[in-house]
């Protein structure tokens, strides 16, 4: 008897550690599977197989050990050493940590999940009714019925694993599938309370976490306000969103869809948010490539008529002053010929750097022809417009403009056309106004501002 007293502690010093194990594994709790932390598990029920196995030498784990054959049956009689204690106090925290974590997920888990939960939580609750009879039901013979209920608990453990295929699910599939998802995916219930969620999530939500799961989904930190609008829609819409995030624009796809269990009954609601950066990012580009001159990185004539269209527009629906200016680049094809086309570029280049420097965020610069440019003045008058550009034809002319080694003298003629409060103006004649003034500034000798007064 006391042999087979040894052979049985190979499975009773192991078995609250395995039962841990699978309740961290079936919870997700990722940072307790390491091998560290399974060595840290593993080590008393190692100090206790081994200590009862070489009891005969320390006597720590038994003090002493007989046979008492009274009747009904034989049964063994010990008296329980340090090590034993070592091991009782380790089998019961590890129950706790269980039952903690069984009961922390069943509490947290989506429908489906729950009743898996209930099953493993019945066989940890089968081992808590074997330890509170032993310590408060006086039973015949002495007998430790402990080790009979944890083995009933094991078929229970069984059934909850190979019944639900629990391993099949958890967490194999929703680590690998839901977790290695390119989408963010937000699991919901019938209140729009948050049931589930994965990582990618975090780059829409940076302050979400477990300990949101069953709250509405309304008091997340930065829940973007179109979740709310689409939730309270009795369609399935899609919407696009933006997302900031460390001073980078993440632009997300965002859809819903109903979640319903086997009978067909709708038990929650699914809210993807797709991840179109990419997509976003190139419709932007070909957007500004469709807007800007390749040369200059300023509008171009069409998206300039356009932008103009829509500032005369306003001008006259608010009765606001609007101007113009045209700005030709004296004797460029002079430039061209002497240093040719590619320094003729920088010329151009450079000349857009100035002007950009010496408007307003409100002003719409373009390129209008070849050496031409335009630049509108929303709600501006004639007098500042002419300031405007006067300045802009001395922060030009003032200095010798240095480029690739060398330096040339760089002038510009400005023509201006600017309506007063009340003038409705067509954009033909804000264009062929200011063109106008244009041709007498280049008349009059060039690196002129001039005026075109109405008639």
């Known amino acids: 008897m006391l042999f087979w007293s040894k052979i049985q502690y190979i499975g009773i010093s192991i078995l609250p550690g395995l039962v841990l194990v699978v309740a961290i594994c079936y919870t997700g709790q990722k940072k307790w599977q390491t091998r560290r932390q399974l060595m840290v598990i593993f080590i008393i029920p190692l100090i206790t197989l081994v200590s009862r196995g070489l009891n005969d030498f320390h006597h720590?784990?038994?003090?002493?050990?007989?046979?008492?054959?009274?009747?009904?049956?034989?049964?063994?009689?010990?008296d329980i050493g340090p090590?034993?204690?070592?091991?009782v106090f380790y089998a019961n925290i590890t129950l706790i940590i269980t039952t903690i974590l069984f009961v922390r997920f069943f509490i947290r888990a989506a429908p489906f999940y729950r009743n898996q939960t209930i099953i493993m939580l019945v066989a940890t609750f089968i081992q808590w009714l074997g330890f509170i009879i032993y310590l408060f039901v006086d039973i015949?013979?002495?007998?430790?019925?402990?080790?009979?209920l944890f083995a009933v608990s094991v078929p229970v453990y069984a059934l909850g694993i190979f019944r639900f295929a629990l391993f099949d699910l958890v967490p194999v599939a929703r680590d690998t599938v839901f977790e290695g998802l390119k989408d963010g995916i937000l699991v919901l219930d019938l209140e729009n309370r948050l049931v589930d969620f994965n990582s990618v999530c975090k780059k829409i939500f940076p302050d979400?976490?477990?300990?949101?799961?069953?709250?509405?989904?309304?008091?997340?930190?930065?829940?973007?306000?179109?979740?709310?609008?689409?939730?309270?829609?009795?369609?399935?819409?899609?919407?696009?969103?933006s997302i900031m995030e460390k001073n980078k624009t993440l632009y997300f796809h965002l859809s819903t869809s109903a979640l319903f269990d086997a009978e067909n009954k709708?038990?929650?609601?699914?809210?993807?948010?797709?991840?179109?950066?990419?997509?976003?990012?190139?419709?932007?580009?070909?957007?500004?490539?469709?807007?800007?001159?390749?040369?200059?990185?300023?509008?171009?004539?069409?998206?300039?008529?356009?932008?103009?269209?829509?500032?005369?527009?306003?001008?006259?629906?608010?009765?606001?002053?609007?101007?113009?200016?045209?700005i030709?680049?004296?004797?460029?094809?002079?430039?061209?010929?002497?240093?040719?086309?590619?320094?003729?570029?920088?010329?151009l280049r450079a000349f857009a750097?100035?002007?950009?420097?010496?408007?307003?965020?409100?002003?719409?610069?373009?390129?209008?022809?070849?050496?031409?440019?335009?630049?509108?003045?929303?709600?501006?008058?004639?007098?500042?417009?002419?300031?405007?550009?006067?300045?802009?034809?001395?922060s030009i002319c003032r200095d010798l403009l240095a480029i690739d080694g060398k330096q040339i003298n760089l002038t510009v003629s400005v023509g201006i056309f600017g309506t007063a409060e009340n003038r409705s103006i067509s954009l033909d004649e804000l264009f062929d106004f200011a063109d106008k003034a244009l041709y007498k500034a280049k008349n009059m000798g060039r690196n002129r501002t001039f005026f075109h007064e109405e008639v």
Do not use: C
């Open 208 to 241: 979400i976490s477990k300990q949101y799961i069953g709250s509405d989904i309304s008091t997340i930190p930065g829940n973007p306000h179109k979740i709310n609008e689409i939730l309270s829609s009795n369609t399935s819409p899609q919407v696009d969103v």
């Open 60 to 78: 720590l784990f038994y003090k002493t050990a007989s046979i008492n054959t009274a009747p009904p049956f034989p049964m063994l009689k010990f």
């Open 140 to 148: 015949p013979w002495n007998l430790d019925i402990n080790p009979i």
């Open 353 to 394: 750097r100035i002007v950009k420097e010496n408007i307003r965020n409100i002003d719409i610069f373009g390129r209008y022809g070849g050496d031409e440019f335009a630049i509108i003045l929303p709600e501006t008058s004639s007098k500042t417009a002419f300031a405007i550009a006067d300045r802009i034809r001395e």
């Open 328 to 347: 030709d680049l004296d004797h460029f094809k002079a430039v061209n010929d002497k240093f040719g086309h590619p320094f003729g570029d920088k010329v």
């Open 266 to 326: 709708k038990v929650g609601t699914i809210i993807t948010f797709n991840d179109i950066t990419l997509q976003k990012n190139m419709m932007i580009k070909l957007e500004k490539m469709a807007s800007r001159d390749e040369l200059t990185n300023i509008y171009n004539r069409r998206y300039l008529i356009s932008l103009l269209e829509i500032e005369v527009a306003k001008a006259k629906r608010m009765d606001r002053p609007i101007s113009i200016l045209l």
């Open 83 to 87: 090590f034993y204690l070592l091991h």
